[in-house]
C-alpha cells in the first residue's frame, strides 16, 4: 500500500514537471520581453504552441529514415524521466535511487545523442552543423558538470541529488568559496546546455552560429512538439537542480504526508521563478557570443569546477 | 676398441670417406647426387644408433653426452641438406652455372666436409679435433669458390686468409692446453685426451690456461663467427651455393662452438683460471649487436641470414658465457635449433633464389603468392628464427633471457634490445619478401619441401615437447660447462 | 738435459724474433722473400735443434720439411710468381716501417707479460721460449695487416706458421700429429694459394688485393 | 572438469587450424572452420560461465608433460582466468558466427582459416597458462597468428606496415613480459605462478617488474604511447578478426597486466596506481581525439579500443591505489568497475567491428566521407551499430554506461586515499575520464551519423546491400547482451564478486540482494543507478507519448523535399562530412594535441579551379617516441655497415686488434 503511494507520488512529480515545463519557458519569454520593454506574449503562449503543433501534419523530408522519426519521443521520453527524477517538491522519491547526479547527466547525454543524430539523418548542411556544434559544447559541458558532481560528493559525501540536498539544507555547510565557485560553473553549463544565450539563441533561425534550432530545422508538427517539450523540461531540470542543491530550503522529505508536500510546491514554484528571472535577466544583458568562443566559456567553467574540487582539499585541510 | 659402439663410431667416418672417394672419381652425375643422399642417410642411421649403444672412450675417438647430439644433428642436417642439395644442383646444372666436372668436384668435398665435421665432433684429441676443423675449414673454403665469379672468388679468398689466422691461433691455444696439461699428466697422447683433460684441469697452471683460452676463443671464435672476427661468414654464405650456406650455418658454426664448449669445459673445471664468461658474454653481445644493425642495410639475402647466422652464434655465446644451469641448458637448445632452423630458411632461400633468378631482395616480392610453399617455409623460418613462439628457439631465448635478467639485468636488456632490432629487419625484409604482389618470374620451383618443412617441424616440435632423454643428457652437460 | 742445450733453444727462438723484425723492416719484395728463407732456415735449425736435445727423432723431419718447403721452395715460386705477373715493386706498407717497428716493439713487450705468470715445471727458460713463439706469431699478425700486397701478407701468414713450428716443438712430447698437420696445413695452404693466385691472374693484373676488393657483393 | 573440456576445445582449435591448411582451397572449408570454433567456443564459453558462477573457489589445476622439460605446462581456472574465458569465448563464439557468414566471401580464406582458430585457442591457453613459459608462449603465440591475420589481405597498401608495426611492438611487449617474469622468478628460474606468488619481491624489483609489465601489457592493451601499432594493425584484418583483436585480444592484454600487478606481485604500492592512472587517463583523452579525427570507420573504433582501455586501466589504477592503503571496499568498486568495462567493451566493440565489417562488405569502403544513407539499405545493421554506438558511449540504459559510472563512483572515493599526489590526481584523471566520455558520445554521433544517416555520397553507397543473416545474428546477440548488461549489470557484478575477492580480498555488496535490482556500490544514500527502471521508464514514457499522440492529435505525415533553410535541392556533396563534424573539436583540442593546421587554397576571381582545405594533423607521440629510435637505428645501421666493406687487411686489423685487446686485458688482469 504505502509502495503504491510512493509511486503514486512519483507519478505526481512527473506530471508536474511536464505540466510546469511550458510554463517555465513562457515565464523566462515573458520577464525577457517586460526587460525589453515588450509586452511579449502570454504566459501559457509555449502551451497553445505545442498545442498546435501537436494538431498539425508532419512534413518529413524524403530522406528522413526511422532514426529521425523515434528520435522526438525517445528525447522527450529521456528527458522527461531526468526531469522526474530530480528532487523538485521532495526529496527520496521511491524512483530517485534510479539515477545520482551523473547518470542524470548522461541520461541528457543520451537525449542529447539522438537529437544530434537526428540532426545528421536528413543530410542537410545546417542540420549538420546544429549536431557538430551541440556536440563540441557537450564534449566541454559534461565534463564541468561532472567536476561540479565530484565536488559535491567531496562536500556531501553523495551524488544522490536527494542526499546533496539534505546535507545542503543541513548545518554542516557553511559558506563556502567552493560552493560559490560550483554554483557559477553550474549555471554556466546550464546556459550551454540549454542553448541560451550568449552560446545560442533560442529564438533565432537564420543565423549561422545557430546551435540547437539548426538540428530541429527538419522537425515540425507533433515531432517538433515534443522536442521542444524536451527543450522545456531540459531548462526546468537545470533549475531543479540549481535548486536543490544550491537553495535546497522548504523541500520536503519522502514520507512525511501531503501536508508537507503541499507546503513544498510553493516553495518549489518560487525557486523556479526566481531562477527563470535570473536567466532572463542575464540573456539580456549580455550579448550572443562567437561559437569558438564557447569552448573558452565552457573552459572557464570546467576550470572553476575543478578549482572547487581542489579548494575544497585545502579549506577542508585533511 | 671391436664393441659394436666403435664400430659404429668408425663407420660414422668411414662411410663419408669412401663417398668422397667414390664421388670424385664416378663419372655418371646422375648417380652421384643420389650417392651424396645414400652416404649421408647411412652415416645418419649410423649416428642414430650411438643413442642405443655408445662405445668405451678411446684416446683418439670418444661418444659422451656432449656430443652424441651434436653428432647425430650433424648428420641428419647433412642427410638433409644432401637432399635439397640434390635438387639444387640439379637445377645449377641446367642453367649451367655449374658443370660436370665441379660437380664431382662438389660432392667429394661434401662428404670430405661431413668427414671432418664428424670427426671434429668425434676427436678426444685436442690436436685432432683441430685438424678436423681445419680440414672441414679447407673444403668450405674451396666450396665457396666454386662457381668462380669475382664475388665467389673474393669471398672464398677472404675465408681462406681469416680462417687461416684462425687456424693459427687456434693451434697456438692447442700447444698451450698441451704445454699446461703435459706438466702434470706427462707426455703423450694422454695429455691430449678431453676426457682426461676435464677430469685433471684442476690441477693445471691457470695462467697457461687463461692463454690458451684467448688463442682458442679468437681461433676457433672466427670459425664461429662472432664479431669482430665474422668478417668471412657473409660473403661466404652468400656467395657459395646454397647447400653449402647451409652446411655452412647449420652445421660449421655448430662444431666451432663444440670445440669451444670443450675447451670451455676445462676452463670451469680449473678454480684458478680466468673465468671464460665475461670474454664469450662480451664478444656474444657484441655480435648480437653488431650483427642485429648489420641486417638493417642488406639487399642479398643470403648474406642477411648469414649476418642472422652471426647474431645468433653471440646469442650462444652469450649464454654459455653466462652460464649456470638454466643459460647452459639454453644455449645448447639453442645450438641445435639454430642449426636446424638457419639451414630449413637456406633450403628455402635457396630454391627462391633459382626460382627468381636473383639474391638481390628488392627483385624478390610477394612469394606467398607466387611460391606458396617456398614462401611459407620462408614465413615460418624467419618467425622461428626471430624467437617467435611455440618453437625451440623462443624456449632457449625464454630462458637465456629470463634466467640472465635476475642475475644481470643490463646485459639482459642489452641482448633482448639486440634481439629486438634484428627482429625488426629481418620482419622488415620478410614483408618485402614474403607479402605483396609477386614480382619476378612465377615458375613453379622443383624444389625439395621435404628436408624444409622436416626442418620446421622438428624446430616447432621441440619447442612444444623435448625428449627427457636429451633434456638429461643437456642437463648433464650443462652441468659441466659450470 | 743440460742447461746448454736449453740456452743454444733459446738463441735459436730468440734469433727468430729478430728475423721477424727483419720481415717487417723489408720494403722491397726479393729482399722479403730472402729474409723469408731465412726464417724458415731459421725455424728449421731450431727444430733440428730440439729433435736433438729432446730424442725425437721425428722432429727432424719437421725440421726438413721447414727447410725444403719454406726455406727453399716457397721463396722460389713466389720469386717466379712475382716476376711473371711483374710486380716486384716497392711493397706499400699502410703506416710507416718506424711506426710499424715500434709497434712490433710493443707486441714482444705484450708478449712478455702475458707470459710472465705462467709457471711451468721446465722453469723460465721455456717460459721465454713460449714468449718468442707468441711474438713471432704477433709480428706475422702485424705484417699481414701492415701489407697492402697479397705476397707480403702470404709471407706474413707463414711467418705465423714459423711462429708456430718454434711453439710445437718447444713443447715437448707433443704428440707427432701436432707437426704433421702443421706442415700439412702448410702445404694446402700454399696449393690452394698457388690456385687462387692463378685465378686471380687469370682475372686481374695484379694481387694487390685492392682489385679484389672492388669486386665486393653489395657495394652500390 | 571444466579445465580439461576447455583444454580439449583448445586442442581441437588447433587441430582445426592444421586441418584448414590442407583444406584452404576448398569453400567447404570454411564453413567447418568457424563451425568448429564456434561449438568450441560456445563450449568453453559454457564451462566458464559454470565456473564463474556455480564453483569459482574450486581452481582446478592441470600440469602436461610439454613445454619446458623440467616444468611442463601448467594450467589453472580460477575466477580471474574464469571471468576473461568468458570474455574471451563470448568474443570468440561471436566472431565465429559472424565468420560463418562473413566469411564465406573472404577472397584470402586460405591465409585466414589456418590461423583463426589457432588465434582463439592461443588466447584461451593465455588465460588458462599458470606458469610463465607457458603465459608468455600462448602470448606471443597469440600475437603470432594474430599478425598473420592481420598480414591476410597483404596487398592492400598499408597492411605490410600495419602487420611490421603490430608484431614489432608485440615483440617489444612480451620481450618486457620476459624480463619481468625473470624477475620474478628469480636467479634460479622457478617459473609456475604458485612459485612467483610466495616469493616476496623488494621494491627495486617490484618497481622494475611493474613498468615492464606496463611496458609489456600495456603495448598489447594498447596503453597511451605504445598505442601506435593499434590503429594500424586492428583495421587491417578481416572485420571478425578486427573484433576478436580489439574486443578481445586487448583484454587478454589487460587480463596479463591484472594476473601480474594483482595477484603474482603482492601487495601494490599506492604510487604504481598512480602511474596507472596517469596512463589510463592519457590513453582514455588522446584515443577518444584521436578517434574523434580519424575518418576511416574501423579506425576510428580502433583508437576508440585505446580509449576504452585507457578507463579499464584507470579502474585498475585506481584499485591498485585503494589496495596499498588498504581501502578493500573501494579497491573491489575499482576493479569491479574496471573488469565489468573488459566485458562490456568486448561487447560493443566486436558489435561495431561487426557493423563496420558488414559496412565494409556491402560497399568495399571503409571510409566515411564516401558513404552514407546506409540507414535505408542496411536496416538492421544501422540498428545494431546504433546500439553499439550508444553502448559505447556510456549512454544510459546500455552497458558501457554502467561501469563508466562505476568507475566515477570509484572516482568518487578518492579524496579518503591519504596520500596528497593521489588526491589531485584522481580528480584530474576523473576530468579526463568525464571528457573522453563526452568526445566519444561525439565520435560515434559522427561515426554512425556520417556512415548510416544523411544520403549516399558516392554510388557504392547507394547500392548498398543488408548483410546476410549470419552475420547479423551475431550483431544481435551482442545487441541484446548491451542491453541486458545495461539493464541488468547487478547479476554481472555480482559474478565478478569472486574474481574481486581473490583479486584485493574484498568485494562490493551483493548487487542482486538489492531492492528493484538497483546497483549500490557503496552504500544507498551515497550513490545508486538502476538501469532497468531506467528503460522501463523511459520505455513507457516513450510509448505512452508516442500513443497519445497519435490516438488523440495527430498521425498524418507526408513526404517532401527537405526544407534547409529554403535551400533548394542541394546535392549530397553539400552535407556535412566526418571532417566538417570534427572541425570544432578540431579548433579546440587540435591545436595542441595534433598540431593541427588548416591550410585554404583559395583560387583567384576568374580561377576555375576549385578551392581545398587541407588539414595538418601529426601525431606527436609517433614524432617524439617513435621516429627518433627509427632514426638512430637507420643511422647506427649506415654507420655500422661500412664494415662490410672493409678489406681483408681491415679485417685482419680487426681480428689482430681483438687478439690484442684480449692479451693486454688478460696481461692487466693477471
Known amino acids: 500500500m504505502a509502495v503504491i503511494l510512493d509511486i503514486l507520488v512519483q507519478l505526481g512529480q512527473l506530471l508536474l514537471v511536464l505540466l510546469l515545463a511550458p510554463l517555465l519557458t513562457g515565464y523566462v519569454r515573458k520577464i525577457k520581453a517586460h526587460l525589453l520593454r515588450r509586452r511579449g506574449p502570454d504566459l501559457i503562449q509555449p502551451y497553445r504552441d505545442l498545442h498546435k503543433l501537436l494538431r498539425k501534419e508532419v512534413v518529413l523530408a524524403d530522406n528522413a529514415s526511422w532514426v529521425f522519426r523515434t528520435a522526438p519521443y525517445l528525447i522527450f521520453a529521456t528527458t522527461w524521466v531526468a526531469a522526474a527524477l530530480v528532487p523538485t517538491f521532495a526529496t527520496g522519491l521511491v524512483f530517485s535511487p534510479a539515477a545520482d547526479l551523473i547518470a542524470i547527466v548522461a541520461l541528457l547525454g543520451s537525449a542529447r545523442f539522438m537529437l544530434a543524430l537526428a540532426g545528421l539523418d536528413v543530410g542537410t548542411s545546417f542540420g549538420g552543423i546544429g549536431s557538430s556544434r551541440e556536440m563540441m559544447i557537450a564534449s566541454l559541458a559534461e565534463p564541468a558538470l561532472l567536476m561540479i558532481a565530484f565536488t559535491l560528493s567531496l562536500l556531501a559525501g553523495s551524488t544522490q541529488l536527494s542526499s546533496v540536498a539534505t546535507y545542503m539544507a543541513g548545518p554542516a555547510v557553511g559558506l563556502r568559496v567552493s560552493l560559490a565557485m560550483a554554483l557559477v560553473g553550474l549555471v554556466m553549463v546550464a546556459i550551454a546546455e540549454n542553448a541560451r544565450i550568449p552560446v545560442d539563441n533560442p529564438a533565432t533561425h537564420l543565423e549561422l552560429t545557430m546551435v540547437h534550432e539548426a538540428m530541429i530545422l527538419e522537425y515540425s508538427g507533433r515531432h517538433l512538439a515534443v522536442i521542444e517539450a524536451a527543450a522545456s523540461l531540459k531548462l526546468l531540470l537545470y533549475l531543479s537542480i540549481i535548486g536543490c542543491v544550491f537553495a535546497p530550503w522548504g523541500v520536503a522529505v519522502a514520507g512525511e504526508g501531503f501536508a508537507a508536500y503541499a507546503a513544498s510546491l510553493p516553495a518549489y514554484v518560487i525557486k523556479l521563478a526566481a531562477g527563470g528571472f535570473l536567466l532572463a535577466v542575464f540573456e539580456t544583458v549580455i550579448a550572443k557570443m562567437r561559437v569558438f568562443r564557447v569552448s573558452e566559456f565552457l573552459g572557464a567553467a570546467l576550470m572553476l569546477a575543478l578549482l572547487a574540487a581542489l579548494l575544497l582539499f585545502v579549506s577542508r585541510g585533511t | ?482 | 738435459m743440460d742447461s746448454f742445450a736449453l740456452d743454444v733453444a733459446h738463441l735459436f727462438a730468440g734469433s727468430l724474433v729478430l728475423v721477424s723484425f727483419m720481415l717487417l723492416y723489408q720494403d722491397r719484395m726479393f729482399s722479403l722473400l730472402n729474409i723469408f728463407a731465412l726464417h724458415a732456415f731459421v725455424v728449421s735449425v731450431s727444430v733440428a735443434w730440439q729433435a736433438h736435445i729432446q730424442n725425437a727423432p721425428h722432429l727432424y723431419i719437421t725440421a726438413a720439411i721447414a727447410l725444403v718447403v719454406k726455406a727453399i721452395v716457397i721463396p722460389i715460386v713466389l720469386h717466379r710468381i712475382i716476376v711473371r705477373l711483374g710486380i716486384h715493386r716497392n711493397i706499400e706498407n699502410v703506416v710507416g716501417i718506424g711506426q710499424t717497428m715500434l709497434g712490433g716493439i710493443g707486441l714482444v713487450a705484450l708478449s712478455i707479460m702475458v707470459m710472465l705468470p705462467i709457471t711451468t715445471a721446465e722453469g723460465t727458460l721455456v717460459r721465454e721460449d713460449l714468449a718468442f713463439a707468441l711474438s713471432v706469431i704477433l709480428l706475422g699478425l702485424l705484417m699481414m695487416v701492415s701489407r697492402r700486397n697479397a705476397v707480403g701478407q702470404v709471407i706474413g701468414f707463414m711467418s705465423i706458421e714459423n711462429g708456430l713450428i718454434l711453439a710445437a716443438t718447444g713443447a715437448k712430447g707433443m704428440p707427432l700429429v701436432v707437426e704433421i698437420s702443421v706442415a700439412f696445413s702448410i702445404l694446402i695452404a700454399l696449393i690452394v694459394i698457388g690456385i687462387f693466385l692463378f685465378r686471380i691472374r687469370e682475372r686481374f693484373d695484379s694481387v694487390d688485393l685492392h682489385a679484389l676488393d672492388r669486386f665486393r657483393g653489395e657495394r652500390p | ?670
Open chain 4, 1 to 670: 572438469m571444466a579445465l580439461d573440456v576447455v583444454l580439449w576445445g583448445v586442442l581441437t582449435l588447433f587441430a582445426t587450424g592444421a586441418a584448414a591448411v590442407a583444406g584452404a582451397r576448398r569453400g567447404s572449408t570454411s564453413t567447418f572452420v568457424y563451425a568448429v570454433a564456434l561449438v568450441v567456443s560456445m563450449v568453453a564459453l559454457c564451462m566458464a560461465v559454470w565456473t564463474l558462477l556455480v564453483d569459482p573457489a574450486a581452481t582446478p589445476t592441470v600440469s602436461l608433460p610439454i613445454g619446458l622439460p623440467w616444468l611442463g605446462a601448467h594450467f589453472r581456472l580460477d575466477a580471474l582466468a574464469a571471468a576473461f574465458l568468458v570474455v574471451v569465448n563470448l568474443g570468440g563464439a561471436t566472431a565465429s558466427l559472424y565468420g560463418l557468414g562473413y566469411g564465406r566471401h573472404e577472397e584470402e580464406a586460405g591465409r585466414v582459416l589456418p590461423f583463426f582458430p589457432a588465434f582463439l585457442g592461443g588466447m584461451n591457453l593465455v588465460v588458462l597458462a599458470d606458469d610463465a613459459f607457458t603465459f608468455l608462449m600462448a602470448w606471443e603465440f597469440m600475437s603470432l597468428t594474430s599478425w598473420a591475420l592481420v598480414m591476410a589481405h597483404h596487398r592492400q597498401p598499408g597492411n605490410a606496415r600495419a602487420g611490421y608495426i603490430y608484431l614489432l611492438m608485440a615483440s617489444l611487449g612480451t620481450l618486457s613480459l620476459l624480463l619481468a617474469f625473470g624477475l620474478l622468478a628469480g636467479p634460479a628460474g622457478s617459473y609456475t605462478f604458485d612459485a612467483i606468488r610466495n616469493t616476496q619481491l623488494s621494491t627495486t624489483v617490484a618497481t622494475a617488474v611493474l613498468a615492464l609489465t606496463l611496458l609489456g601489457a600495456g603495448s598489447k592493451a594498447g596503453l597511451v604511447p605504445l598505442h601506435v601499432w593499434l590503429p594500424l594493425a586492428h583495421p587491417a584484418a578481416p572485420s571478425h578478426v578486427s573484433a576478436l583483436m580489439s574486443g578481445v585480444m586487448t583484454k587478454v592484454a589487460v587480463y596479463g597486466f591484472v594476473r601480474i600487478a594483482f595477484d603474482l606481485m603482492g601487495p601494490p604500492t599506492w604510487w604504481s596506481g598512480g602511474v596507472v592512472l596517469l596512463f589510463g587517463g592519457a590513453s582514455a583523452v588522446l584515443g577518444v581525439l584521436h578517434a574523434l579525427m580519424e575518418h576511416d570507420l574501423k579506425r576510428l573504433l580502433a583508437y576508440h579500443t585505446v580509449e576504452n582501455i585507457g578507463i579499464i586501466f584507470i579502474g585498475l589504477g585506481l584499485g591498485l591505489a585503494f589496495a596499498a592503503n588498504d581501502m578493500r571496499g573501494a579497491a573491489a568498486l575499482a576493479t569491479t568497475a574496471a573488469l565489468f568495462h573488459v566485458f562490456n567493451h568486448s561487447v560493443f566493440k566486436s558489435l561495431l567491428f561487426f557493423g563496420s565489417g558488414a559496412v565494409l562488405r556491402s560497399t568495399g569502403e571503409r571510409d566515411m566521407e564516401r558513404l552514407g544513407g546506409l540507414i535505408h539499405r542496411m536496416p538492421y545493421t544501422a540498428f545494431a551499430f546504433l546500439i553499439g554506438s550508444a553502448a559505447i558511449s556510456a549512454l544510459p540504459p546500455f552497458n558501457g554506461f554502467v561501469s563508466e559510472w562505476l568507475t566515477f563512483q570509484a572516482i568518487l572515493l578518492s579524496p579518503q586515499l591519504p596520500q596528497w599526489v593521489l588526491k589531485f590526481l584522481v580528480p584530474a584523471i576523473g576530468g579526463l575520464l568525464a571528457l573522453s566520455a563526452a568526445l566519444a558520445a561525439a565520435c560515434f554521433v559522427k561515426a554512425f551519423g556520417i556512415t548510416f544517416l544523411g544520403r549516399a555520397r558516392t554510388s557504392l553507397a547507394q547500392d548498398a546491400r543488408e548483410t546476410d543473416r549470419l552475420s547479423l545474428g551475431a550483431m544481435f546477440v551482442l545487441v541484446v547482451l548491451c542491453l541486458v548488461a545495461g539493464v541488468l549489470p547487478a547479476y554481472f557484478i555480482d559474478a565478478l564478486a569472486p574474481v574481486v575477492q581473490g583479486l584485493v580480498g574484498a568485494q562490493m555488496p551483493r548487487q542482486s540482494a538489492f531492492a528493484w535490482l538497483t546497483i549500490v556500490p557503496i552504500a544507498e544514500s551515497r550513490s545508486s543507478y538502476n538501469g532497468l527502471l531506467l528503460f522501463v521508464l523511459i520505455a513507457v514514457a516513450a510509448s505512452l507519448a508516442a500513443y497519445v499522440i497519435h490516438r488523440w492529435a495527430s498521425h498524418a505525415s507526408r513526404r517532401s523535399a527537405p526544407w534547409d533553410c529554403g535551400f533548394p535541392d542541394a546535392s549530397a556533396a553539400t552535407q556535412y562530412t566526418a571532417g566538417s563534424f570534427a572541425q570544432p573539436i578540431r579548433r579546440v583540442f587540435g591545436s595542441v594535441v595534433f598540431r593541427a593546421r588548416e591550410e585554404i587554397d583559395m583560387p583567384q576571381p576568374g580561377d576555375s579551379r576549385p578551392a581545398r582545405l587541407h588539414v595538418h594533423l601529426h601525431d606527436l607521440l609517433w614524432d617524439t617516441l617513435y621516429a627518433p629510435v627509427a632514426k638512430a637505428v637507420g643511422i647506427t645501421a649506415d654507420v655500422l655497415n661500412r664494415v662490410q666493406f672493409l678489406t681483408i687487411r681491415g679485417y685482419l686489423t680487426l681480428v689482430s686488434g681483438a687478439l690484442v685487446a684480449l692479451l693486454v686485458i688478460l696481461a692487466v688482469w693477471q
Open chain 2, 1 to 482: 676398441m671391436s664393441d659394436p659402439g666403435s664400430l659404429v663410431v668408425r663407420a660414422i667416418l668411414i662411410i663419408p670417406a669412401v663417398s668422397a672417394v667414390l664421388l670424385a672419381f664416378l663419372p655418371d652425375d646422375r648417380t652421384t647426387a643420389r650417392l651424396n643422399v645414400l652416404g649421408t642417410l647411412l652415416t645418419l642411421i649410423c649416428a642414430v644408433t650411438l643413442f642405443l649403444v655408445r662405445p668405451e672412450p678411446g684416446l683418439f675417438l670418444i661418444v659422451d653426452d656432449v656430443n652424441v647430439v651434436f653428432i647425430v644433428l650433424n648428420t641428419f642436417v647433412g642427410f638433409t641438406t644432401s637432399v635439397f642439395s640434390g635438387s639444387y644442383i640439379a637445377h645449377e646444372l641446367e642453367t649451367g652455372r655449374l658443370t660436370h666436372a665441379y660437380l664431382r668436384f662438389y660432392h667429394a668435398m661434401y662428404q670430405t666436409l661431413m668427414f671432418a665435421m664428424n670427426l671434429a665432433l668425434l676427436a678426444n684429441n685436442v690436436g685432432l679435433m683441430w685438424v678436423a676443423v681445419e680440414l672441414a675449414t679447407l673444403t668450405t673454403v674451396l666450396m665457396v669458390g666454386i662457381y668462380r665469379t669475382h664475388e665467389a672468388l673474393e669471398a672464398a679468398w677472404k675465408y681462406f686468409i681469416l680462417g687461416s689466422v684462425g687456424i693459427a691461433l687456434a693451434l697456438f691455444g692447442t700447444i698451450l692446453v698441451y704445454l699446461a696439461s703435459s706438466s702434470v699428466l706427462g707426455e703423450g697422447l694422454e695429455a691430449m685426451a678431453w676426457s682426461v683433460l676435464v677430469q685433471r684441469a684442476s690441477a693445471f697452471d691457470p695462467a697457461l690456461l687463461n692463454l690458451a683460452f684467448v688463442f682458442l676463443l679468437l681461433g676457433y671464435g672466427t670459425k664461429v663467427g662472432l664479431a669482430p672476427l665474422h668478417a668471412w661468414l657473409p660473403d661466404a654464405h652468400a656467395e657459395g651455393p646454397t647447400p653449402i650456406s647451409a652446411v655452412l650455418s647449420g652445421l660449421l658454426l655448430n662444431v666451432a662452438l663444440f670445440a669451444l664448449l670443450r675447451f670451455k669445459m676445462v676452463m670451469s673445471a680449473n678454480s684458478g683460471a680466468l673465468a671464460p664468461g665475461p670474454l664469450m658474454v662480451t664478444l656474444g653481445l657484441v655480435s648480437v649487436v653488431f650483427a642485429a644493425f648489420m641486417l638493417y642495410r642488406r639487399d642479398d639475402i643470403k648474406r642477411m641470414f648469414a649476418y642472422s647466422s652471426i647474431e645468433h652464434m653471440g646469442i650462444i655465446s652469450f649464454a654459455f658465457g653466462m652460464g649456470g644451469p638454466l643459460a647452459n641448458f639454453a644455449g645448447l637448445l639453442h645450438m641445435i635449433m639454430h642449426s636446424l632452423t638457419k639451414s630449413a630458411i637456406f633450403f628455402s632461400v635457396g630454391h627462391i633464389a633459382q626460382v627468381k633468378g636473383t639474391q638481390k631482395m628488392d627483385d624478390i616480392r610477394g612469394l606467398t603468392v607466387s611460391h606458396p610453399l617456398l614462401g611459407w617455409g620462408l614465413v615460418l623460418g624467419v618467425v622461428t628464427i626471430v624467437g617467435l613462439p611455440p618453437t625451440g628457439i623462443f624456449m632457449s631465448e625464454f630462458l637465456i633471457l629470463t634466467s640472465t635478467f635476475a642475475r644481470a639485468p643490463v646485459l639482459a636488456v642489452v641482448l633482448g634490445l639486440g634481439l629486438l632490432i634484428a627482429l625488426g629487419a629481418l620482419l622488415y625484409r620478410l614483408n618485402g619478401l614474403a607479402f605483396g604482389d609477386a614480382v619476378g618470374s612465377n615458375a613453379p620451383s622443383r624444389a625439395s619441401y621435404v628436408p624444409l618443412f622436416t626442418h620446421l617441424a622438428v624446430v616447432l616440435a621441440a619447442g612444444i615437447f623435448l625428449p627427457p632423454l636429451l633434456v638429461s643428457w643437456f642437463q648433464h652437460v650443462a652441468e659441466l660447462l659450470g
